[in-house]
């Protein structure tokens, strides 16, 4: 069974850090493309990075020079680091495999998410 | 980046009612559109793929159609666990977008 489970949100100051973790089973994350989405409180749904299988990485406009996604292969485990937070970072982060498709990737299995706050 | 726009933004049904979500893309995007469904507090799920394919184990009540810049989700007779946020994507391009969500309450 496919199983995404994030951690790693919280509650933190504006210009600060923070690394969101997503342990994945029952496929192999390194053999997948994986991405994260985000959602502000009562707002719509708002893609913010993926890692293609080969190690591709792209991140929307809005993160880019901010947010980094990764893997560690050994761990089957996505991340994804962001720095320079701002309150607009505000949502829940989650995290989902990717199945790529002719331009782009639509997302089969999600996790349940993590609150980021960023206060200011 | 490519926008999608949805309508209604919301919309109050009844049980049995034929529902239909309509999604428009601010640029041709041939059938590369997904639709999902979101229920409160819970992450979102995958219904259709390619606007019209149906995922396995999705009900059959539900179906897509459109292509280029046009698209609609139809729930051919609305059943209680329907009521929820439904969101198109496109995945024409990397940098994918989603439209702005239409929930489907109950009248």
């Known amino acids: 069974e496919v199983q995404l489970v994030e951690s790693g949100g919280g509650l933190i100051q504006s210009g600060g850090s923070l690394k969101l973790s997503c342990a994945a089973s029952?496929?192999?994350?390194?053999?997948?493309?994986m991405s994260w989405v985000r959602q502000a409180p009562g707002k719509g749904l708002d893609w913010v990075s993926v890692i293609y299988s080969s190690g591709t990485t792209y991140h929307a406009d809005s993160v880019k020079g901010r947010f980094t996604i990764s893997r560690d292969n050994s761990k089957n485990t996505l991340y994804l680091q962001m720095n320079s937070l701002r309150a607009e970072d505000t949502a829940v982060y989650y995290c989902?495999?990717?199945?790529?498709?002719?331009?782009?990737?639509?997302?089969?299995?999600w996790g349940q998410g993590t609150l980021v706050t960023v206060s200011s | 980046a490519i926008q999608l726009t949805q309508s209604p933004s919301s919309l109050s049904a009844s049980v049995g009612d034929r529902v239909t979500i309509t999604c428009r893309a601010s640029?041709?995007?041939?059938?590369?559109l997904a639709w999902y469904q979101q229920k409160p507090g819970k992450s979102p799920k995958l219904l259709m793929y390619?606007?019209?394919s149906l995922k396995s184990g999705v009900p059959s009540r539900f179906s897509g159609s459109g292509s280029g810049t046009d698209f609609t989700l139809t729930i051919s007779s609305l059943q209680p666990e329907d009521f929820a946020t439904y969101y198109c994507q496109q995945f024409y391009t990397y940098q994918t977008t989603f439209g702005g969500g239409t929930k489907v309450e109950i009248k």
């Open positions: 640029q041709g995007i041939t059938s590369a």
């Open positions: 029952g496929f192999t994350v390194s053999s997948n493309f």
């Open positions: 390619d606007a019209s």
């Open positions: 989902a495999r990717a199945l790529a498709m002719s331009g782009g990737t639509l997302f089969d299995y």
